[in-house]
């Protein structure tokens, strides 16, 4: 006979389930020790028929627990490839969108190797920033070249510096001034990347728990 229960329900069980199985597996006995003279086993100190009696038993609860374990994870991965959530971003199934999430989050079992969005988004920022400076860098120093060009071609006391011709050094100081390139506008595109990673991932947190707390599944 089929039970039918809520995701959220299954999950909870199945939660409690690996509990139980690692719990009962850690606590049962399946091989002791005995002597011809002695009528109870070495560790439990019990007959040997009870003992036999008791790792059958353990052994069965839990294969029994295991086997309901398998068909609740087997109803809930049925029901997560079906089921479908809407976010601003598409539209998914449930495992689709629990994948996405584990992967933008790092929890995938490429851990951070497969959040490309994240990896992405920082190679963008740290290379803009780098470049920045560069400029910045450079064309300080082209300020003090020019600012010594100057100085060199009216002299350090002279009173008529804006009477003298300087064009060979605005000339020189355009022509060698650094300029970013960048084509793509950087810095919108590592703001736009960071929403849609911060929405999205709100988003499928929330749907998914709604998902979870509406959608019922069979256990057979």
Request: charged share 35%; hydrophobic share 35%.
């Amino acid at each position: 006979m089929s039970e039918k229960m809520l995701v959220t329900q299954a999950l909870d069980e199945r939660d409690l389930l690996v509990k139980k199985i690692t719990d009962k597996i850690g606590k049962a006995s399946f091989v002791d020790t005995t002597k011809p003279n002695e009528d109870k086993v070495y560790e439990k100190r019990i007959s040997k028929e009870d003992y036999a009696k008791e790792a059958e038993s353990a052994y069965q609860q839990i294969m029994d627990l295991i086997e309901r374990y398998q068909k609740i994870d087997a109803a809930i991965v049925a029901s997560n490839a079906q089921t479908e959530i809407t976010t601003s971003y598409g539209t998914f199934t449930v495992a689709g969108a629990i994948s996405l999430r584990s992967r933008l989050r790092g929890a995938s079992a490429y851990e951070g190797d497969a959040d490309f969005e994240g990896r992405l988004q920082k190679k963008m920022a740290n290379e803009y920033s780098e470049r920045v400076q560069f400029c910045e860098r450079k064309n300080s120093q082209l300020q003090n070249t020019a600012e010594e060009m100057r100085l060199s071609i009216l002299g350090k006391d002279s009173k008529t510096k804006d009477e003298k011709p300087l064009s060979v050094v605005d000339a020189y100081v355009k022509e060698n001034t650094t300029e970013l390139v960048d084509p793509l506008d950087v810095k919108k595109k590592v703001e736009a990347l960071e929403e849609k990673r911060s929405t999205l991932l709100t988003e499928l947190d929330t749907q998914i728990k709604v998902s979870n707390a509406t959608t019922f599944i069979e256990v057979v």
